[in-house]
C-alpha cells in the first residue's frame, strides 16, 4: 500500500485545513463545536472513540471517514479531527467516495 503523502489528495487537504486554521482536534472539542463540515477518526478503534464519533456524525449529520495512519496526518496522539471549511469538506468526501486509496472510507454517510 502507497503511503507516500505527494500523491494523496486527502492528506494534503488535511495539510491546508491544519495550515488554514480549519481543524478541530480531539472528540471533546468536536462535541462542543457544530462548525464541522466532516469528522474523521482513525480507524484504529481506541476505546469508544469510534462509537462516540460515529453518534456524533449521525446527530449533526456531518459525514464522518475512518482513516488509516492517522499518526501520518494530524500526530500520534489524535484519535479525531474535524474540518470546518465546507470546499475542503466537499473534496475530501468525494475524494473517499471515489475509491482511489483504500487508506479512508466514509463510514457514516450524509450529505455535505
Known sequence: MDKD???DKFA???GFAKRAGK???GYDELKRNRKCKVLAVSNIECGNIM???KALSVRYNIPLVAVEDMAALVGSNCKAFGITD???AK????YCRGGKTPRYKVIAVTEV
Open 5 to 7: 503523502t505527494s500523491t
Open 12 to 14: 494534503a487537504m488535511v
Open 23 to 25: 481543524m478541530i482536534y
Open 51 to 53: 462509537s462516540n464519533m
Open 86 to 88: 465546507g470546499n475542503m
Open 91 to 94: 473534496a475530501m468526501i468525494e
